[in-house]
């Protein structure tokens, strides 16, 4: 049988749209109980984790298990530290140990203890994260973008070490009660305050990672210029607690769905759950965990929308499927059967 020139090529073209639309940009919120564990698969193949939560097998062993039995992907190509508290960076040591790490992102390691903490096991954590077997350690800066290919892809820290990136590329937007000062909570002398934030784009879909940042470092990001965009997915901040997650960040950021890192008695705090309420897009939230604490009662989400439900549980991870250009998402809960679609909104 013979084929004429013309429908090969066009044929090839065929095959060359079918497999751009096929592509998709996947997010897993991995169960490290309470810590911040979020892999980003892109739509080239490339991955970067977002935190390598708690110290010790478990995590690093889910961690793994996301990356190579459900990404089918064989290395990490990027590791991000949003601040060096365990619960963010304590799993580094292990994971480096089960897949190997190409790009390690910080803040840079501070010689002292985060907190000011002269009796902390500092020297010994931060010489075992000194000592990862990773290819090449880069310090983040408000701005950074994590090199990563695709022209329609991006992922940019928008704040590291309380300093906001003041020139983001989707330009700042100014507020409209600017005469007024937004609330603020005590002073935050941890690490916490440090935090990177980080927002990946793809096409019209935004995603935002705030780590563990706290409310008043929060609203550098808008006030007195609004310097985020709005999102379609909110990484509700620091597990849900309400030392950070100010309402004029979440109201900035605007999003439709809102996934939350908690533990079954960490995170999950009634002003946060209030806030998050009120937002008038916000579509859906979801919850690694159900908060089983005596307040559950009006401070959960449905049940179908929490990954794991019990306190003692097999680790079960929520997935956000980014499709057709960044246009159209979706979130699955594996676990439970659980699926939802979700349109990204035109901002
Ligand atoms: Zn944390």
Request: hydrophobic share 35%.
């Amino acid at each position: 049988m013979r084929f004429c020139p013309l429908f090969l090529i066009l044929s090839g073209i065929a095959f060359l749209q079918l497999e751009a639309a096929s592509e998709s940009l996947n997010i897993y919120w991995i169960d490290s109980e309470g810590g911040g564990s979020t892999l980003i698969v892109t739509p080239a193949g490339e991955s970067v984790l977002i935190d390598s939560g708690n110290a010790g097998v478990r995590d690093p062993s889910r961690i793994r298990q996301a990356l190579v039995d459900v990404a089918h992907l064989d290395h990490l190509d990027h590791c991000i530290t949003t601040h060096f508290h365990s619960d963010h960076m304590g799993g580094a040591p292990e994971l480096a140990a089960l897949v190997p790490i190409h790009h390690l992102w910080d803040n840079g390691l501070p010689e002292k203890d985060p907190d000011g903490n002269p009796a902390s096991n500092w020297p010994l954590v931060s010489k075992s994260y000194k000592a990862l077997p990773v290819q090449e350690r880069h310090q983040v800066h408000a701005g950074t973008v994590i090199p990563l290919k695709g022209s329609r892809l991006q992922l940019a820290c928008v704040i590291s070490r309380q300093q906001p990136w003041l020139q983001p590329t989707w330009g700042n937007r100014p507020r409209t009660d600017s005469n007024s000062k937004p609330p603020l909570k005590g002073p935050d002398g941890s690490d916490n305050a440090n935090s990177s934030a980080w927002v990946l784009t793809w096409g019209p879909f935004r995603f935002y990672d705030g780590g563990d940042l706290t409310w008043n470092t929060e609203t550098q990001l808008v006030s007195p210029v609004i310097l985020v965009p709005e999102v379609d997915v909110y990484q509700v901040t620091h597990h849900g607690l309400d030392v950070s997650n100010h309402p004029w960040l979440l109201q900035a950021l605007n999003p439709s769905v809102s996934v939350m890192n908690n533990g079954s008695t960490k995170g999950t705090a009634a002003e946060v759950i209030q806030t998050l309420r009120a937002l008038p897009g916000l579509q859906a939230q979801y919850q690694v965990h159900k908060n089983l604490r005596a307040d559950e009662a009006g401070n959960n989400c449905p049940d179908d929308h929490i990954a794991n439900l019990p306190a003692q549980c097999a680790g079960h991870f929520i997935h956000c499927r980014v499709t057709d250009g960044g246009a159209v998402y979706g979130i699955e809960i594996p676990a439970n059967g659980h699926k939802a679609s979700y349109v990204t909104r035109q901002k």
